[in-house]
Every structure is written in structure tokens, then in C-alpha cells.
């Protein structure tokens, strides 16, 4: 799962994995709500345990023989979706002209919620801002604070701005899973699922080039 590239336009959900999979309480959560067997023909069956306004709802999705488990995940989210509408902002069934798939445009806060059923911290993502200077001082202490960590004690994601450039994967509004972060030289990595790239990225770009960070410290 983590070594699986982004190919539709769901970097939330794709980031959100792999961040809690880089952790150790991440893994634990995701081994409970991931579930993987076979079907009757001999092909992939998976189901996923997400955690809804505070049920623990089972999705069930098949595949072929050598389906990734990750595409089956996609799939599940799409379904679960479908089902529970609300777990998806209106304006983001809008995109494309409605003609998007379920399981794409969303927010990280919302699959840390189905995978952990935890209320995650989130800075920046709801609000219309494209930096976060208005929450400098609040994202300076969260980067110090998880700094004095490891990988393994944290989740979190970072949101592009409406900008493409090569601090984000030239994509706008693009979500990537922090890997590490370097609290003496105040800077972080993040990796953009789409190409696997890891991206240095300084306390002070962070703050002036990215609208959103969303996570949890376990």
C-alpha cells in the first residue's frame, strides 16, 4: 500500500494511508478496519471497517486475481460513499461538472476519521485562505512539538494552495503525506503519491505555500 502511486484524483485518501501506515498506532488502526480474504473465483475479496458518525460501517469489494489491495480499498470508498453521501463536501461533488467518481475530491480530515474513528487536528483546511500565515504561531508550536518525535508517534498530511510548483508536485490543492521532520533545520519531508518524489519543504514554505495540515499524533 504504501509503495502504491496515486492515479485518480483521490491524494486524501491515498495520503492519509500512507501516513498512518508509517506509523506504528496508524498501522494497528488500519490492520483493524482492513480485512483481506478471497472469493469464490479465486480472486481478491476485502472488506473495510469505516468508522461513520460514530458506527463502524463494513463495506465488502471483490476483485480479479492480482487486483492491488489498494484499488479494492478505492473501491470500498466509492461504495461507502455512495452510501453515505455526506461523508463527501457538496462542493466537491460539483467537480467536473458532477461527473467525478465518489471516492475523489475530498478532505484527509474525513478518511483519518473513517480509518481511525479519532477527530483529527486540522489547521487551514476548512477555511478560505490559500497559506497559513494566519495560523503561523499554531503550526510553528505543531511542528516543534511532533519534531521532538519520530515518524512512527505521528500522521499528518499537507494540503497545497491553489498554485502548482515543485514544493507540491506541481499540482493545486494536492494532499501529501508527511515522511519526516527535521525540527533542528526546520524542515519536513513529504512524498507526492502520484510520482513517489520525496520533497524537502522549510517550516516557512510550509506556512506561506500551503493552505492545510491535518493529522494526528498518536
Same mark, same amino acid.
Given at each position: 500500500?504504501?509503495?502504491?502511486?496515486?492515479?485518480?484524483?483521490?491524494?486524501?485518501?491515498?495520503?492519509?494511508?500512507?501516513?498512518?501506515?508509517?506509523? #506504528?498506532?496508524? +498501522?494497528?488502526?488500519?490492520?483493524?478496519?482492513?480485512?483481506?480474504?478471497?472469493?469464490?473465483?479465486?480472486?481478491i475479496s476485502c472488506k473495510v471497517i469505516f468508522?461513520?458518525?460514530?458506527?463502524?460501517?463494513?463495506?465488502?469489494?471483490?476483485? #480479479?486475481?492480482?487486483?492491488?489491495?489498494?484499488?479494492?480499498?478505492?473501491?470500498?470508498?466509492?461504495?461507502?460513499?455512495?452510501?453515505?453521501?455526506?461523508?463527501?463536501?457538496?462542493?466537491?461533488?460539483l467537480a467536473r461538472f458532477g461527473s467525478s467518481?465518489?471516492?475523489?475530491?475530498?478532505?484527509?480530515?474525513?478518511?483519518? +476519521?473513517?480509518?481511525?474513528?479519532?477527530?483529527?487536528?486540522?489547521?487551514?483546511?476548512?477555511?478560505?485562505?490559500?497559506?497559513?500565515?494566519?495560523?503561523?504561531?499554531?503550526?510553528?508550536?505543531?511542528?516543534?512539538?511532533?519534531?521532538?518525535?519520530?515518524?512512527?508517534?505521528?500522521?499528518?498530511?499537507?494540503?497545497?494552495?491553489?498554485?502548482?510548483?515543485?514544493?507540491? %508536485?506541481? +499540482?493545486?490543492?494536492?494532499?501529501?503525506?508527511?515522511?519526516?521532520?527535521?525540527?533542528?533545520?526546520?524542515?519536513?519531508?513529504?512524498?507526492?503519491? +502520484?510520482?513517489?518524489?520525496?520533497?524537502?519543504?522549510?517550516?516557512?514554505?510550509?506556512?506561506?505555500?500551503?493552505?492545510?495540515?491535518? %493529522?494526528?499524533?498518536?
Open positions: 500500500l504504501m509503495k502504491e502511486k496515486q492515479v485518480i484524483s483521490n491524494c486524501y485518501d491515498m495520503a492519509v494511508r500512507h501516513a498512518l501506515l508509517a506509523s #506504528e498506532k496508524g +498501522r494497528e488502526m488500519m490492520q483493524d478496519a482492513i480485512k483481506i480474504g478471497t472469493n469464490s473465483d479465486n480472486g468508522n461513520i458518525n460514530g458506527k463502524r460501517k463494513p463495506y465488502v469489494v471483490s476483485g #480479479e486475481k492480482g487486483t492491488s489491495l489498494g484499488t479494492l480499498i478505492t473501491n470500498a470508498v466509492d461504495k461507502m460513499i455512495k452510501n453515505n453521501p455526506g461523508q463527501k463536501p457538496l462542493i466537491s461533488r467518481r465518489p471516492c475523489e475530491f475530498n478532505k484527509p480530515s474525513n478518511a483519518l +476519521r473513517w480509518y481511525t474513528g479519532k477527530e483529527p487536528h486540522s489547521i487551514g483546511e476548512n477555511n478560505l485562505h490559500l497559506s497559513m500565515e494566519s495560523n503561523r504561531d499554531e503550526v510553528l508550536n505543531l511542528l516543534d512539538k511532533l519534531g521532538d518525535k519520530t515518524a512512527k508517534d505521528y500522521s499528518f498530511v499537507a494540503i497545497s494552495s491553489w498554485k502548482g510548483n515543485k514544493l507540491n %508536485g506541481k +499540482r493545486k490543492f494536492h494532499c501529501l503525506p508527511v515522511i519526516s521532520i527535521d525540527k533542528k533545520n526546520k524542515t519536513l519531508n513529504i512524498m507526492n503519491k +502520484r510520482t513517489s518524489e520525496v520533497i524537502t519543504v522549510s517550516f516557512e514554505d510550509l506556512i506561506k505555500k500551503f493552505k492545510g495540515f491535518v %493529522g494526528l499524533e498518536h
